[in-house]
């Protein structure tokens, strides 16, 4: 497409090491441009990630550097959530690619950025979520503390008895995980949601469970809509 910014991370764009985390091709820019704006991505990118505990996704990144240099941003197709769900047949040494990135946290910094600069500078249609239609069943125990205590507990749980606690919490009403939830808690559980990038060993083992990754991405889903209706979004 003429005029179009292409915008890749090191490890699509086939690069040895990340000293360039991010590759941009624009033709009708030129060179000289795309080494520019690679800078701006990199800075951004540092930026982000002590806020989110690791390093961000290509489409944070590019809408953060993107505010940076325009006037006026439109977002299309960047929801911040991807699915977590795994293939019944994947292997469990296996990680998803998109379980390195903090996909609870970048979209508290989603919300801070659409705050900060409002629809004058930022367009982005795509970052809101379609509510829970299905009425699920009212409880009077925080249903985030259980899973904050899930969580903690983890390791002391074999596969099967963390899916099922997981989908007891599913089948909570959407409107009670709203009832109790704080930008504390939420920001809490964050860390239970994504993989280190620089350690081969993890306590979210969960996150290379097939079984586990229905309800898990249920549950993170719940926690995102949690955060719109915190922040009035």
């Known amino acids: 497409m003429e005029g179009a910014i292409q915008i890749s991370n090191w490890k699509h764009a086939k690069l040895p090491t990340d000293c360039r ?12 441009w795309c080494r520019e ?34 006037k006026h941003v439109s977002i299309c197709r960047i929801p911040l959530k991807p699915s977590l769900v795994r293939g019944a047949d994947m292997s469990h040494r296996k990680p998803l690619p998109c379980a390195f990135h903090n996909w609870l946290g970048e979209r508290r910094l ?3 950025i659409l705050r900060e600069y409002g629809p004058e500078r930022l367009l982005w249609e795509s970052f809101h979520l379609d509510p829970v239609l299905d ?10 503390m259980l899973l904050t205590d899930l969580f903690s507990q983890g390791k002391f749980f074999q596969e099967h008895e963390f899916v099922g606690r997981l989908e007891q919490l599913t089948v909570i009403d959407q409107s009670d995980w709203v ?9 809490a559980l964050e860390r239970h949601f994504f993989l280190s990038r620089h350690s081969s060993d993890t306590p979210n083992w969960w996150l290379y469970s097939n079984r ?16 719109l209706d915190l922040m009035g979004a």
């Not at 985390?21 to 000289?32: E, K, Q, R, T, Y």
């Not at 996704?57 to 240099?69: M, N």
């Not at 009832?179 to 920001?187: D, S, V």
């Open 37 to 70: 704006f690679e800078e701006v991505l990199r800075n951004s990118a540092m930026a982000l990630e002590p806020l989110l505990g690791c390093f961000p996704s290509s489409g944070l990144a590019a809408i953060y550097g993107a505010l940076q240099i325009a």
């Open 110 to 112: 989603g919300l801070s």
């Open 21 to 32: 985390p991010f590759i941009v091709a624009a033709p009708s820019l030129g060179p000289a």
């Open 135 to 144: 009425k699920g069943e009212s409880t009077d125990f925080n249903p985030l």
């Open 179 to 187: 009832r109790y939830a704080e930008e504390k808690c939420l920001m």
């Open 212 to 227: 586990i990754s229905v309800p898990l991405d249920n549950i993170l889903y719940r926690l995102m809509l949690c955060q």
